[in-house]
């Protein structure tokens, strides 16, 4: 694989969390290479179809150090 493709990897991983009504929520971590990691929260309203008709999301920056013993992940 060509290295500078490589090390600019970005990943993604996505938890389920929650599904109700019409709305999907799910929660991510995000590691940029070169940057900060990543909370993110993304919620999808669904028509009677199950298809997304609209999507908010919020980001943060993960700290380096937790003020307290609960990490985000």
């Known amino acids: 694989m060509n ?13 389920y969390d929650l599904m109700f009504s019409n709305h ?3 929660r ?10 990543w ?9 009677e179809d199950g298809k997304i008709v609209e999507r908010w999301d919020v980001l943060q920056v ?3 150090a937790s003020a307290n013993e609960n990490t985000m992940f």
């Open 62 to 64: 993960v700290p380096r």
């Open 28 to 37: 991510c971590h995000q590691d940029w290479p070169g940057e900060s990691e």
């Open 24 to 26: 999907v929520v799910l």
């Open 39 to 47: 909370a993110g929260i993304h919620i999808f309203r669904l028509d």
């Open 3 to 15: 290295d500078r493709l490589e090390q600019n990897k970005k990943t993604a991983q996505a938890f």
